[in-house]
Nanobody
Framework: QVQLVESGGGLVQPGGSLRLSCAAS????????MDWYRQAPGKQRELVAT???????NYADSVKGRFTISRDNAKNTVDLQMNSLKPEDTAVYYC???????????????WGQGTQVTVSI
């Protein structure tokens, strides 16, 4: 009933930029935190950036100063602007959100399908 759809991944050279977008749709009463995670081959999924419904943000140390997370509460979207990309940023990036579908129900976790980001010459 709720879908998160990501877009914007691709291949970029070191030092380049990409912008990821994620749109939530379906039966949505309210959205709490929205996040971006990533998972590189052979590694665990890690939290990259978080934005609360009030706009507070938090970043992994590895991306501070290079990545910016933002959200549009009216459109139920969250973006990740990635600058000064490095080869070690190569991973599948996943959108995540805590969503309440009805006022009477607790919030649940929802994930997007993932989008590949490859940073290489």
């Amino acid at each position: 009933q709720v879908q998160l759809v990501e877009s914007g991944g691709g291949l970029v050279q070191p030092g380049g930029s990409l912008r990821l977008s994620c749109a939530a749709s379906g039966s949505i009463f309210s959205i709490y935190t929205m996040d971006w995670y990533r998972q590189a081959p052979g590694k665990q999924r890690e939290l990259v950036a978080t934005v609360t419904s009030g706009g507070s943000t938090n970043y992994a140390d590895s991306v501070k100063g290079r990545f910016t997370i933002s959200r549009d509460n009216a459109k139920n979207t969250v973006d990740l602007q990635m600058n000064s990309l490095k080869p070690e940023d190569t991973a599948v990036y996943y959108c995540h959100a805590e969503i309440r579908t009805r006022m009477s129900r607790p919030k649940s976790d929802y994930w997007g399908q993932g989008t590949q980001v490859t940073v290489s010459i």
